[in-house]
């Protein structure tokens, strides 16, 4: 791999400005405006330093400056390579975070904990969505000039079963859990990189607490040594083959299929529009969970690509990693000229991808004409528009694009989108309880539907069918569903997915259609146990 030139390094441009609408982002390079912004109240002010980066992948850039510090614990790469600037002209990189915060329990068992450096330094009973929102609010950011969406903040998963602290009928409801990871996890990310893809530069941002001893100080020192990584050669973890490991469905299909005929019948019997059934794969993955990301990222890349390093972040000390490559949008909240976009892609409706061209383009057409898909994803943009008109403004809600065939790499979906202005004084947390989980993961009536799973699917869910993203210290949010994801622990690489189960569903193609879904992980760690050759 190429590496970026000592020479192309440039002097790092400290800067900081304050985040109020009336204060206008002002370089500060100097002791004297750091106290200035210390003493108006801003306990968080950034330090920035630029580089070019054009020689450089992300994940080259990740693996010098986060993977290098003792393997990347509690770290985080996001990425898009579907290409374009709505999805992909920013990459992020989180270095080792020091805090983070995790839920466990339902109702009054619920539990949130703040955790640093190992320790939990704060514990809160009550609704996680609640402390996470008054958590964000001891903030006063500073912010630099030309920052993107995101800049630091919360990072991380909002699981599944996070529903269950909104909707209060499905609190004792969960099943088994045979994971015991925790239902929310969020890393305080205080050190971030983020690649401009499209000019090629890279921006080191670390933030200061002013109420630490010489905060100034360390801070131009952290990024003086990051800058010097940048120069560094890059380790690249080694892949070995070995021999090739089955993975076993946790839900026997006799058992899956049973539980679509049973949907069905409630179907039939008016109860239900649809619903969506899942099942779990399982797999020994004894590889980098590194390696696992990089195969994935070239079989299917999506618009949202993720890699977690989660080290002793459960309750348990355990080390886990969650990787990625998400084709759909949850929500996003971003500012806009016009207020606060509030985005939901709606995906569903899907057909295995060709073996040629015209196979594809058959598969395509077939697709879009179906009036069973066609039919369900009209149900689920009227969800979106649902969600969104909770918290938009009335008048503002609208659909922006309708039945649009998106492909992946073992797969095609229709996609649609979805949006409307948030609603004055709502915040991030109003928005994801209005819209979370998604609909195309759960089904209609929505809670009904997540009543039935309760019942038909064998485990909890967990991660699988939440959201990965980020709550941004800018204010706004941007989180993918959490589709096309796999789950490494214990040397176990774990990978579920639905299927859209309506009136005239055959139970065999539901099943085919979960399988198709789970392939592309299962792929990739098919391709890590080939040495990635």
């Given at each position: 791999?190429?590496?970026?030139?000592?020479d192309?390094?440039?002097?790092?441009?400290?800067?900081?400005?304050?985040?109020?609408?009336?204060?206008?982002?002002?370089?500060?390079?100097?002791?004297?405006?750091?106290?200035?912004?210390?003493?108006?109240?801003?306990?968080?002010?950034?330090?920035?330093?630029?580089?070019?980066?054009?020689?450089?992948?992300?994940?080259?850039?990740?693996?010098?400056?986060?993977?290098?510090?003792?393997?990347?614990?509690?770290?985080?790469?996001?990425?898009?390579?579907?290409?374009?600037?709505?999805?992909?002209?920013?990459?992020?990189?989180?270095?080792?975070?020091?805090?983070w915060?995790?839920?466990?329990?339902?109702?009054?068992?619920?539990?949130?904990?703040?955790?640093?450096?190992?320790?939990?330094?704060?514990?809160?009973?009550?609704?996680?969505?609640?402390?996470?929102?008054?958590?964000?609010?001891?903030?006063?950011?500073?912010?630099?000039?030309?920052?993107?969406r995101?800049?630091?903040?919360?990072?991380?998963?909002?699981?599944?079963?996070?529903?269950?602290?909104?909707?209060?009928?499905?609190?004792?409801?969960?099943?088994?859990?045979?994971?015991?990871?925790?239902?929310?996890?969020?890393?305080?990310?205080?050190?971030?990189?983020?690649?401009?893809?499209?000019?090629?530069?890279?921006?080191?941002?670390?933030?200061?607490?002013?109420?630490q001893?010489?905060?100034?100080?360390?801070?131009?020192?952290?990024?003086?040594?990051?800058?010097?990584?940048?120069?560094?050669?890059?380790?690249?973890?080694?892949?070995?083959?070995?021999?090739?490991?089955?993975?076993?469905?946790?839900f026997?299909?006799?058992?899956?299929?049973?539980?679509v005929?049973?949907?069905q019948?409630?179907?039939?019997?008016?109860?239900?529009?649809?619903?969506?059934?899942?099942?779990?794969i399982?797999?020994?993955?004894?590889?980098?969970?590194?390696?696992?990301?990089?195969?994935?990222?070239?079989?299917?890349?999506?618009?949202?690509?993720?890699?977690?390093?989660?080290?002793?972040?459960?309750?348990?000390?355990?080390?886990?990693?969650?990787?990625?490559?998400?084709?759909?949008?949850?929500?996003?909240?971003?500012?806009?000229?016009?207020?606060?976009?509030?985005?939901?892609?709606?995906?569903?409706?899907?057909?295995?991808?060709g073996?040629?061209?015209?196979?594809?383009?058959?598969?395509?057409?077939?697709?879009?004409?179906?009036?069973?898909e066609?039919?369900?994803?009209?149900?689920?943009?009227?969800?979106?528009?649902?969600?969104?008109?909770?918290?938009a403004?009335?008048?503002?809600v609208?659909?922006?694009?309708?039945?649009?065939?998106?492909?992946?790499?073992?797969?095609?979906?229709?996609?649609?989108?979805?949006?409307?202005?948030?609603?004055?004084?709502?915040?991030?947390?109003?928005?994801?309880?209005?819209?979370?989980?998604?609909?195309?993961?759960?089904?209609?009536?929505?809670v009904?539907?997540?009543?039935?799973?309760?019942?038909?699917?064998?485990?909890?869910?967990?991660?699988?069918?939440?959201?990965?993203?980020?709550?941004?210290?800018?204010?706004?949010m941007?989180?993918?569903?959490?589709?096309?994801?796999?789950?490494?622990?214990?040397?176990?690489?774990?990978?579920?997915?639905?299927?859209?189960?309506?009136?005239?569903?055959?139970?065999?193609?539901?099943?085919?259609e979960?399988?198709?879904?789970?392939?592309?992980?299962?792929?990739?760690?098919?391709?890590?146990?080939?040495?990635?050759?």
């Amino acid at each position: 791999m190429r590496q970026a030139q000592p020479d192309k390094l440039q002097t790092p441009t400290l800067s900081l400005a304050g985040v109020l609408p009336l204060k206008k982002d002002i370089p500060v390079t100097s002791q004297q405006e750091f106290d200035r912004l210390a003493a108006e109240g801003y306990n968080r002010i950034p330090l920035t330093a630029q580089a070019f980066a054009d020689l450089e992948t992300p994940l080259s850039l990740y693996l010098k400056l986060a993977h290098a510090d003792h393997g990347g614990r509690n770290s985080f790469l996001l990425e898009s390579v579907v290409g374009g600037e709505r999805f992909g002209r920013y990459s992020f990189i989180g270095l080792p975070a020091r805090t983070w915060l995790r839920a466990r329990g339902f109702g009054s068992e619920a539990r949130t904990e703040v955790v640093t450096d190992g320790t939990v330094v704060e514990t809160a009973s009550g609704n996680p969505l609640d402390f996470i929102a008054a958590y964000r609010q001891r903030f006063r950011v500073a912010t630099a000039p030309d920052m993107p969406r995101f800049a630091g903040g919360l990072a991380g998963y909002f699981g599944y079963d996070t529903v269950r602290h909104i909707e209060k009928k499905l609190e004792h409801t969960c099943p088994p859990d045979d994971l015991h990871l925790p239902d929310i996890l969020l890393l305080h990310t205080d050190e971030l990189a983020v690649i401009d893809n499209l000019s090629g530069k890279l921006h080191l941002m670390v933030y200061a607490d002013p109420a630490q001893p010489q905060a100034y100080t360390a801070a131009q020192q952290r990024l003086q040594a990051l800058r010097e990584r940048l120069r560094q050669p890059v380790q690249v973890p080694a892949v070995s083959a070995s021999t090739p490991q089955p993975a076993v469905r946790t839900f026997a299909k006799a058992d899956y299929l049973q539980s679509v005929e049973r949907a069905q019948e409630l179907i039939f019997a008016g109860d239900f529009m649809q619903v969506q059934v899942g099942q779990r794969i399982q797999k020994p993955f004894a590889h980098s969970p590194l390696s696992l990301y990089r195969a994935l990222r070239s079989l299917n890349p999506s618009p949202y690509m993720y890699f977690y390093n989660f080290s002793g972040a459960d309750e348990a000390g355990s080390d886990f990693h969650v990787v990625g490559s998400s084709p759909e949008i949850l929500v996003r909240q971003e500012q806009t000229d016009a207020g606060e976009k509030i985005t939901i892609r709606p995906l569903a409706g899907t057909r295995p991808r060709g073996q040629t061209p015209e196979q594809d383009q058959a598969a395509e057409q077939e697709l879009i004409h179906d009036p069973k898909e066609r039919a369900e994803h009209v149900m689920l943009i009227d969800l979106a528009r649902n969600d969104i008109g909770r918290i938009a403004e009335i008048g503002s809600v609208k659909v922006t694009e309708a039945f649009v065939v998106e492909r992946y790499s073992h797969v095609m979906h229709i996609v649609s989108n979805v949006e409307g202005t948030l609603l004055p004084g709502m915040s991030s947390m109003d928005v994801l309880k209005a819209t979370f989980p998604a609909g195309t993961l759960t089904g209609a009536p929505k809670v009904h539907a997540m009543e039935l799973i309760d019942q038909l699917e064998p485990v909890k869910r967990g991660i699988y069918g939440g959201a990965c993203g980020y709550l941004s210290y800018t204010g706004g949010m941007d989180v993918a569903i959490a589709i096309r994801t796999g789950v490494i622990k214990n040397q176990t690489l774990y990978v579920q997915a639905a299927a859209g189960v309506v009136a005239d569903s055959v139970p065999e193609m539901e099943w085919r259609e979960t399988e198709h879904k789970a392939r592309a992980v299962l792929r990739a760690a098919e391709l890590v146990e080939e040495g990635l050759e």
